[in-house]
């Protein structure tokens, strides 16, 4: 119902606002040609105004600062650029004055090594010389006496069998014919009392 | 307020009559729209270049985003040689642009509503086009009527229908604005004297119509000035580089 109305009411104000525009309608003002002439000299005249203060002032100057503001960020980023570059030299020398010094650490801990093992095996040779020296001399020593066992074995046996054969029959035997028996004797078995 | 819509786009005389010889210039309604909307344009855009720094302001980055909209559009449409016009073009896309915005602000004048005042830009446009491109290219020039690839047949219809599509530019660049914005203006003039007639019960909807008409106007606005800054770039490329 207020629906119906409601277009209803639109309806009928078309008619009445025709009647209004009727009355008071001369037309389009625009086509009105009494103000032309001084529309034309204004458009001229502003217009004119404008282009020339905008062309001649402003422009150049908001296209300058743009220029400026492009250069900035240009030359920015370029000195950016630029402090990278040289920190990475900067790094890669830092990284050859670390490999330079490594190696060099590596040379001195040789060095060293060698130093000590030569001081090592001199002292170690030296040592050797001592020992076999000493060895030498045991020997010697030793072959010494081994040399000298047989010749003292046959006198201590010559005088024990003196004295047993004195003890046991009471006389006195001859020394000479007693070593004679007794060298008989090493000569026969001297080989199993004492190596060769 | 007059019921009538077309009582918007009266001129009238603001002040006393001013005569050269027989010709009446005197300063009307028009003038002081087309006055204010030139004194916006220039002190909006000197604030926005006076300072300059590399974090723009509001005003500034306004200024330095128009500047690089408008000459964007130039270098897309016409090419790098177009950019001796960079400041006519720039200057026409904001006078009507800005004409066209205020005349969105209730009971002001719209300049670009007359078909006068859209009318002598573009045949200033045309006419400054045409003497571009006849100084660039000579009689050359007259090949822009020539498409090439044409069957010989065809060539005089085409002929024809190219010089008259040349000279009917300025027509159709000034009516196109000019009935654009007379007729936006007229429907929420009508929209408007709706609500008023129609009251308390049915101007609600009326009314809502006119909230959206107002948006869509100011759309309209800004798109009317986009399409003859860069219809006159088009126009602008056709005279620079030659080629059809």
Redesign the interface.
Same mark, same amino acid.
């Given at each position: 119902m207020i629906k119906k109305i409601?277009f209803q009411? &639109?309806f009928f $104000?078309f008619f009445?606002?025709k009647e209004?525009?009727g009355a008071?309608?001369g037309?389009?003002?625009?086509? $009105?040609p009494?103000?032309? &002439?001084?529309?034309?000299?204004?458009?001229?005249l502003?217009?004119g105004? /404008?282009?020339i203060?905008?062309?001649k002032? &402003?422009?150049p100057? &908001?296209?300058? $600062?743009?220029e /400026?503001?492009k250069s900035?960020i240009q030359e920015n980023i370029e000195a950016a650029e630029k402090q990278r570059e040289s920190s990475e030299s900067k790094l890669k020398e830092y990284d050859q004055i670390i490999l330079k010094t490594k190696l060099k650490a590596k040379n001195i801990f040789k060095d060293a090594r060698d130093k000590a093992l030569k001081d090592i095996n001199s002292k170690k040779e030296v040592l050797d010389n001592q020992i076999d020296d000493e060895i030498k001399k045991a020997e010697k020593e030793i072959e010494l006496l081994r040399k000298g066992a047989p010749e003292k074995i046959n006198k201590i046996a010559i005088e024990t069998s003196s004295e047993i054969v004195k003890k046991l029959i009471g006389a006195d035997i001859n020394n000479s014919s007693l070593s004679a028996i007794v060298e008989d004797l090493t000569k026969k078995s001297g080989d199993k009392y004492y190596g060769s | 307020m007059a019921a009538n819509p077309m009582t918007q786009f009266e001129v009238y005389r603001i002040g006393p009559e001013i005569k050269i010889g027989n010709f009446d210039i005197s300063f009307t309604n028009a003038s002081l729209f087309m006055v204010i909307s030139s004194l916006a344009i220039l002190i909006i855009f000197n604030l926005g270049s006076k300072k300059n720094s590399i974090l723009p302001n509001k005003i500034q980055l306004l200024g330095e985003l128009s500047y690089s909209f408008v000459s964007k559009m130039i270098n897309d449409t016409a090419g790098s040689k177009a950019k001796p016009y960079f400041s006519f073009i720039f200057s026409l896309f904001m006078f009507v642009l800005f004409c066209n915005m205020f005349g969105m602000i209730p009971y002001t004048f719209t300049v670009t509503s007359h078909i006068i005042v859209t009318f002598v830009l573009a045949a200033f446009i045309f006419i400054g086009v045409t003497i571009i491109g006849f100084i660039k290219h000579g009689f050359g020039y007259l090949k822009l009527f020539v498409p090439s690839g044409v069957p010989i047949v065809l060539l005089p219809l085409i002929i024809i229908i190219e010089i008259i599509s040349y000279l009917s530019r300025p027509i159709s660049l000034s009516v196109r604005l000019f009935a654009n914005m007379m007729a936006g203006h007229t429907m929420m003039k009508v929209f408007g004297g709706f609500v008023v007639s129609l009251g308390i019960i049915g101007g609600w909807l009326p009314l809502s119509f006119s909230v959206a008409l107002t948006g869509l106007e100011i759309l309209v606005a800004f798109l009317q000035a986009y399409v003859f800054a860069i219809l006159t770039c088009i126009y602008l490329n056709d005279a620079l580089n030659l080629h059809h």
């Open positions: 409601f009411f &639109i $104000n009445f606002l209004v525009f008071e309608s037309g389009m003002p625009q086509l $009105n009494e103000f032309w &002439i001084s529309q034309i000299f204004w458009l001229t502003t217009f105004t /404008l282009y203060i905008l062309s002032l &402003i422009l100057k &908001i296209s300058a $600062n743009l /400026l503001r900035q | -």
